[in-house]
């Protein structure tokens, strides 16, 4: 199984702020990652798709890079609304698995 | 508009079966690959399995290989998860879920069902 080694697991930050957030698959997955926003009670959704593709809708400041092995999640400015659980996805191969979670808190 | 809404769930006891439903409208579920994915609350995201629009090829995660079977009805536009010889760590939040194709990420989710296993 391809193993996606998601960082950090949390993090505080202030509105404002510029966050990353890393995933890292244990062997080369093309760019066949999505990235997707969970806010509590509710269902993921996406964000962004094929590693760098924003999703219709979702705003600018969100942006995706990497290819293979090592792909970023950018907020350029984060947003009140963004204080969510962040998580990577691999489609590349089965079985389907996600990165452990980013929680980004309120500083 | 895509939409997806999941029901079924409940509590019921170690060994026992239980079946999640799916029902989808804004598209046709036999034109697109469907998962199930689970959710223990407070934890991460675990991919179940899989149904593909491709002579309908399934695949399971393996904790839930021989027990659980996904398949589809065209005529209510619904996907399932049929979920045999329970265990207490099936506990999760059951999301459907489309993606465009089985190689393709999820697209959409539903708002999930929850299934709590306990004597």
């Known amino acids: 199984d391809i193993q996606m080694t998601q960082s950090p697991s949390s993090l505080s930050a202030s509105v404002g702020d510029r966050v990353t957030i890393t995933c890292r698959a244990s062997q080369g997955i093309r760019d066949d990652l999505a990235w997707y926003q969970q806010t509590p009670g509710k269902a993921p959704k996406r964000l962004i798709y094929a590693a760098s593709s924003l999703e219709r809708g979702v705003p600018s400041r969100f942006s995706g890079s990497g290819s293979g092995t090592e792909f970023t999640l950018t907020i350029s400015s984060l947003q009140p609304e963004d204080f969510a659980v962040y998580y990577c996805?691999?489609?590349?191969?089965?079985?389907?698995?996600f990165g452990g979670g980013t929680k980004v808190e309120i500083k | 508009q895509v939409h997806l809404v999941e029901s079924g769930g409940g509590v019921v006891q170690p060994g026992k079966s239980l079946r999640l439903s799916c029902a989808a409208s804004?598209?046709?579920?036999?034109?697109?690959?469907m998962h199930w994915v689970r959710q223990v609350p407070g934890k991460g995201l675990e991919w179940v399995a899989l149904?593909?629009?491709?002579?309908?090829?399934?695949d399971y995660a393996d904790p839930v290989k021989g027990r659980f079977v996904v398949s589809r009805d065209r005529s209510t536009n619904t996907f399932f998860l049929q979920m045999d010889n329970l265990r207490v760590d099936d506990s999760a939040v059951y999301y459907c879920?489309?993606?465009?194709?089985?190689?393709?990420?999820?697209?959409?989710w539903g708002q999930g069902t929850l299934v709590a296993v306990s004597s």
């Open positions: 804004g598209f046709t579920v036999s034109s697109y690959a």
């Open positions: 149904l593909s629009y491709v002579a309908d090829q399934a």
């Open positions: 996805l691999q489609h590349n191969t089965y079985p389907l698995t």
């Open positions: 879920a489309r993606a465009q194709s089985a190689y393709a990420g999820v697209d959409y």
